[in-house]
């Protein structure tokens, strides 16, 4: 599977739990998945490095970025499909994920 084959997967399913490109944090959130795809320790420092890698690929700085991303994974649990979301993470969610757990259930 070539990499643009897999942000394409990858932003399929972030459209279905509820985000569009009407969100700035879309794009920041499937570029997310996919770092943490190639690089999983990524998630460890997601402040430190994920946050400013996103920010590279798609434009803003770190804390636009997170900004965007916790607003992407607070639509994903107030409007998204929770069934998927549930399914995704795979137990139950009790409370809105982090943008940095959304991210490692993808």
Known sequence: MTREE??????????RLGLNGTYQG???????????????RI??????ELYPEIARRVGGTGKTVE???????????KIGDRDFLDEIAGFPLQEPPTSGELIDYL
Do not use: F
């Not at 879309?26 to 690089?39: P, S």
């Open 67 to 77: 900004r965007n991303l916790r607003t992407a994974a607070t639509a994903c649990w």
């Open 26 to 40: 879309m794009m920041g959130m499937v570029h997310g998945v996919d770092l943490a795809y190639d690089q999983p």
């Open 6 to 15: 897999r942000l394409a997967i990858i932003e399929t399913v972030v459209r």
């Open 43 to 48: 998630l460890s420092a997601v402040t430190k």
